[in-house]
């Protein structure tokens, strides 16, 4: 990750893990991209910022084991 990047939860040593990665679309508006093993399985976008992402994927179900956020 680039310096001003910010991680939430650390994925298991030896685990797949789902991250949950939020970063800032052409639009400049927040999306996030929800992966499995290097699978995406979601992707949702246009929310005003990164804990609107975070809070839509909660609201399907989807609590993603770590949560990685680019710098702005």
Same mark, same amino acid.
């Given at each position: ?21 939020? +970063? ?12 499995? @093993? ?8 246009? +929310? ?9 994927? @909660? ?14």
């Amino acid at each position: 990750m680039t310096n001003g990047d910010r991680t939430k939860g650390a994925p298991p040593r030896g685990q797949m893990t789902a991250i949950l990665r939020i +970063y800032r679309n052409s639009c400049g508006r927040w999306t996030g991209r929800l992966q499995f @093993g290097g699978t995406e399985l979601c992707l949702l976008g246009a +929310y005003d910022t990164p804990e609107g992402v975070e809070r839509a994927f @909660g609201k399907l179900g989807l609590h993603p084991d770590c949560v990685e956020v680019e710098a702005s």
